[in-house]
């Protein structure tokens, strides 16, 4: 089976640009997260959803990320517009409910975002 | 709120040593999982081992081994017969099982397997 599918796997863009981060959550997931991970800060969540529906966006920096969940296979992360301190890895993960599901995430292989 | 703290940022040991990471957590919920990931130089975090909170058994995983002990909040992660590929940054991470199904990271452990 396919595991979580995350894109570009690379980004390199200018101070001011929109940047989309795009995500394929393994089939039959109904949980998606987006984590994000600096060297200052570590691992943190910014949004879940479940079954499509944002559950906790309280980790969003600010206004300028949105998330969006359009259907069961496709996520995107949008910073607009972007800043230097923005440059992360940014991770999509997903699971299953605990009823049918062990609570594993399962991460995709992360996007680096690099803001000039 | 729950947190997870990891107190050695880097450890460093010769192949085939035993070493062991730790973790304390913090939280008021009874119910929960633990878990240890690991991070590569590739990037992709890789679950390592998985405990559940209700049961009194320490899980194992071939080479890796937990010791949770609850009422101190306590989940290191032994790895036993080190390898090179054990090389990575490791975290250890929390989930409640009631409520928001969301996972809770410590600062990670780098640990390198000298030759």
């Known amino acids: 089976d396919a595991g979580v599918i995350q894109s570009p796997r690379h980004e390199v863009t200018e101070m001011g640009q929109e940047v989309t981060l795009r995500c394929k959550p393994i089939?039959?997931?109904?949980?998606l997260f987006w984590y994000r991970q600096t060297m200052m800060r570590g691992l943190e969540l910014l949004i879940y959803?479940?079954?499509?529906?944002?559950?906790?966006d309280s980790g969003m920096p600010e206004d300028r990320f949105s998330a969006k969940m359009p259907n069961a296979s496709f996520s995107t992360l949008k910073i607009q517009p972007s800043e230097p301190r923005d440059s992360a890895v940014y991770f999509c993960?997903?699971?299953?409910?605990?009823?049918?599901?062990?609570?594993?995430?399962?991460f995709g292989e992360g996007s680096r975002l690099t803001v000039l | 709120a729950q947190t997870v703290t990891q107190s050695q940022p880097e450890m460093s040991v010769q192949e085939a040593e035993t070493v062991t990471l730790s973790c304390t957590y913090d939280t008021s919920e009874s119910n929960y999982y633990l878990f240890w990931y690991k991070q590569p130089p590739s990037r992709q975090m890789i679950l390592v081992i998985r405990q559940e909170a209700y049961k009194q058994q320490n899980a194992t995983e071939n080479r890796f081994s937990v010791n949770f002990q609850k009422a101190a909040k306590s989940f290191s992660l032994k790895i036993s017969d080190s390898q090179l590929g054990d090389t990575a940054m490791y975290f250890c991470a929390f989930m409640p099982i009631q409520g928001a199904q969301k996972l809770v990271f410590g600062q990670g452990t780098r640990l390198t397997i000298n030759p």
């Open positions: 089939s039959g997931h109904d949980y």
């Open positions: 993960a997903s699971s299953r409910t605990f009823r049918g599901g062990t609570g594993e995430l399962f």
């Open positions: 959803f479940n079954n499509n529906v944002p559950i906790d």
